[in-house]
């Protein structure tokens, strides 16, 4: 009686995560003893505000992917036939990678494999041209000028990154800056064009 009770969701959410967890466990304890390494918390700052900014983008760098997966699936529910359920389903794809890129950082640990940053630098180019291809019609109803502007200020940050050593002044503030904007506007662009294909939505079923 009590397992009817328990919605399917939580079974799946469960089950999937459980087993994860056991894979990554069972990789980390053949591959990378200690295995208790896989819960070492974040280091201590050594001030208040370090890595304020850093954590702050990482937050930001997780709404996208969230909110896009999130309307996706609502609007899908509702009107499978929506023109924007593919852009939808893209756009979380893109951000998701986006955020593991940045959590996880892929790009660094690619490198312990020898594939170079600039490499993967590369091939997320290209995913990036092929998205944009994909939905550029659709992109042209939305907010673009937001878009274009935070894509701007990721691909300057981007490369101030891939050619630091060039850089007579040694500071993260040259590449910091432009990426938490770029960021910032990047979340805002995905808040506004999920707020309004839920609105537009609404207003087809009224």
Known sequence: ???KKIPT????????????LILVII???????PVDGLFIPPATPRYP????????FEVLCSIPPVICGFTFFIIRRINPNNSNN????GSTILTTGFFFNEIYRIHIILQYFDIAKLTTIRVYGVILIVYLSLFWKTLRETPLGIMITA???????VLIDSFYSYFPMKSLL??????LLGMINFTLYFCLVCYQTI??????LE
């Open 1 to 3: 009686m009590l397992l």
């Open 9 to 20: 969701p939580f079974i799946i959410c469960n089950s999937i995560s459980i087993l994860l």
């Open 27 to 33: 990789y980390a304890q053949k591959f990378a003893p």
């Open 86 to 89: 593919f852009f939808l389903l």
């Open 199 to 204: 609105l537009n939505t609404w207003k087809e």
């Open 174 to 179: 040259i590449e910091g800056v432009p990426k």
């Open 49 to 56: 505000t370090a890595g304020l900014l850093t954590h702050t």
């Open 151 to 157: 894509f701007s200020l990721i691909i300057i940050a």
